[in-house]
């Protein structure tokens, strides 16, 4: 009996070991050395309490601060939406316009030095949210093309992560977000699909962040914020 114990236990001990090493080998290493050197401020929407909040912090992570949070005052007639969807950071001003839900209808909104003031129903002119298809920073592009990551940098272009055969622009693609105002720097998303992800989803539900960042150089990654829309600043 005891024996059968100290077996299920080493089997058990194993499981957990390369269930483990999987998850470094599907997502790759984290270096925090990577992002303890990158440089500027990044502001960003985060979720706080399932509603997705502004926040800036160092492009390192430190300093965290949350900017703005709408919960509470996105009454939708019938209920509420307290998300933030989109927002727009003008670098020599300061200010932050951003869409938010009030009285029944999606309006922007404008953050200064920690006022917000609202300035009107949505002008979908105003605020253009990301594409994730192309980034261009400086001398810098990233961009999608059949799901893949391409970089053109020094007149160069490479594909530097292949999403393989069987692309989806919906359930299997990489997506860019941002890269840094060097370039550096490249902030994407791996939302690529498989078996295995789907393991990893069913034991750590809503845990997984499949957000990167990638030094363009060395080719070395790490996770990152867990965001969709973020801005990167010097």
Same mark, same amino acid.
């Given at each position: ?27 790759? #290493? ?61 670098? #020599? ?9 009030? #009285? ?17 129903? #949505?002008?979908?002119?105003?605020? +253009? ?49 941002? +890269? ?27 845990? +997984? ?20 829309? +973020?801005?990167?600043?010097?």
């Amino acid at each position: 009996m005891k024996k059968k114990v100290i077996v299920g236990i080493v089997v058990l001990l194993g499981f957990y070991a390369l269930f483990f090493i999987g998850v470094k080998l599907y997502y790759g #290493e984290s270096y925090t050395s990577l992002v303890s050197q990158l440089e500027g401020e990044v502001y960003y929407l985060k979720r706080v309490d399932g509603n997705l909040a502004l926040f800036k912090s160092q492009a390192n992570m430190e300093n965290e601060e949350l900017l703005y949070s709408h919960a509470g005052k996105g009454d939708t007639g019938s209920g509420f939406n307290d998300n933030i969807t989109d927002f727009h950071l003008d670098e #020599e001003t300061g200010v932050i316009t951003f869409i938010a839900m009030y #009285e029944g209808e999606w309006t922007e909104f404008e953050y200064n030095k920690g006022n917000v003031t609202r300035k009107g129903p #949505e002008d979908e002119k105003d605020i +253009i949210g990301p594409s994730y298809e192309e980034v261009i920073v400086k001398d810098t592009r990233a961009y999608i093309d059949q799901g893949s990551i391409y970089v053109t940098r020094n007149n160069e272009t490479i594909r530097l992560k292949d999403v393989g055969s069987n692309y989806d622009q919906n359930y299997n693609t990489y997506l860019v977000l941002e +890269i840094s105002p060097d370039g550096r720097y490249l902030i994407y998303c791996d939302s690529r699909n498989s078996i295995f992800r789907g393991i990893l989803d069913m034991f750590l539900p809503g845990k +997984i962040n499949n957000k990167y960042v990638i030094d363009l150089e060395t080719k070395k990654v790490s996770t990152y914020i867990d965001t969709m829309d +973020i801005v990167w600043i010097q």
